[in-house]
């Protein structure tokens, strides 16, 4: 199963797979269904969730209903139970967006729900994030996860995302994190697609965080926290949602002025 999922991975673009999940979610789901693992996100239980990875495969990871990962079922604990996203009028703007919240954000009655991405079928603005088609302090509330990895500026990124979030607002921006990497690494030089991977995780990464993300986000103007919201769960909780024990959640806040 893992040589299948990592060949799937490597061979077809993230559109397509996208796409094609929605036809294959429904099989999967109800070949695994059980009562060992929960996914929080739908409620749904499984004997065993699939594993996932581009390069070093994870086991038990992958949920086979929503299709989500351990940062996503640990994100929506989070939004649901320690901010109040879901509890009054917000205009919300979501990047890259997740199949695994997409229907939920789109139908929550209380979110003006946008999405934007460059390429994704998902989006309903085709922006680069660096560039944005929106006004100054048009959002309450942003979800950018594992997107600034990709981007060669991230900075400038960063400031786009402080200039469309209202003062106030709060911002996720998850990213691939090294908790025990004190500076982020970079290195335009390295173009080889094989050894891209093999530094930066994926071909199409062009760092790897470290602690100092943090500090790059305060740069910008943001007020920025490393949120360790797994320290709330025990041992039990952890291995029913399958969460990552120290995974931290990169909160931001734009000061009011």
């Given at each position: 199963?893992?040589?299948?999922?990592?060949?799937?991975?490597?061979?077809?673009?993230?559109?397509?797979?996208?796409?094609?999940?929605?036809?294959?979610?429904?099989?999967?789901?109800?070949?695994?269904?059980?009562?060992?693992?929960?996914?929080?996100?739908?409620?749904?239980?499984?004997?065993?969730?699939?594993?996932?990875?581009?390069?070093n495969?994870?086991?038990?990871?992958?949920?086979?209903?929503?299709?989500?990962?351990?940062?996503?079922?640990?994100?929506?604990?989070?939004?649901?139970?320690?901010?109040?996203?879901?509890?009054?009028?917000?205009?919300?703007?979501?990047?890259?967006?997740?199949?695994?919240?997409?229907?939920?954000?789109?139908?929550?009655?209380?979110?003006?729900?946008?999405?934007?991405?460059?390429?994704?079928?998902?989006?309903?603005?085709?922006?680069?994030?660096?560039?944005?088609?929106?006004?100054?302090?048009?959002?309450?509330?942003?979800?950018?996860?594992?997107?600034?990895e990709?981007?060669?500026?991230?900075?400038?990124?960063?400031?786009?995302?402080?200039?469309?979030?209202?003062?106030?607002?709060?911002?996720?921006?998850?990213?691939?994190?090294?908790?025990?990497?004190?500076?982020?690494?970079e290195?335009?030089?390295?173009?080889?697609?094989?050894?891209?991977?093999?530094?930066?995780?994926?071909?199409?990464?062009?760092?790897?965080?470290?602690?100092?993300?943090?500090?790059?986000?305060?740069?910008?103007?943001?007020?920025?926290?490393?949120?360790?919201?797994t320290?709330?769960?025990?041992?039990?909780?952890i291995?029913?949602?399958?969460?990552?024990?120290?995974?931290?959640?990169?909160?931001?806040?734009?000061?009011?002025?």
């Amino acid at each position: 199963m893992k040589k299948v999922f990592k060949f799937f991975l490597n061979l077809f673009p993230r559109q397509f797979l996208i796409k094609a999940s929605y036809a294959v979610r429904p099989v999967i789901a109800a070949f695994y269904k059980g009562d060992r693992y929960e996914d929080p996100i739908d409620g749904k239980t499984f004997r065993s969730f699939l594993p996932y990875g581009y390069v070093n495969i994870r086991e038990n990871v992958l949920s086979p209903s929503t299709l989500s990962l351990e940062r996503h079922r640990l994100l929506w604990l989070y939004l649901n139970r320690e901010t109040d996203l879901f509890e009054r009028p917000q205009h919300l703007l979501h990047f890259a967006p997740e199949q695994c919240f997409h229907s939920r954000f789109r139908e929550s009655e209380n979110l003006t729900y946008t999405t934007t991405d460059l390429d994704s079928p998902l989006a309903d603005v085709n922006a680069d994030i660096r560039s944005l088609p929106f006004k100054d302090s048009s959002f309450d509330f942003i979800l950018c996860n594992h997107v600034l990895e990709h981007v060669e500026d991230d900075l400038k990124a960063m400031t786009e995302l402080y200039r469309v979030l209202k003062p106030g607002g709060k911002a996720v921006i998850q990213v691939p994190l090294e908790n025990d990497l004190a500076n982020t690494f970079e290195d335009n030089s390295i173009t080889d697609r094989k050894k891209r991977t093999e530094i930066f995780g994926q071909y199409d990464h062009v760092r790897v965080y470290g602690m100092d993300y943090f500090e790059r986000l305060s740069s910008v103007g943001f007020k920025a926290s490393a949120v360790d919201y797994t320290s709330t769960f025990s041992n039990e909780e952890i291995d029913r949602y399958r969460l990552e024990r120290g995974e931290l959640i990169p909160v931001v806040i734009k000061p009011v002025a």
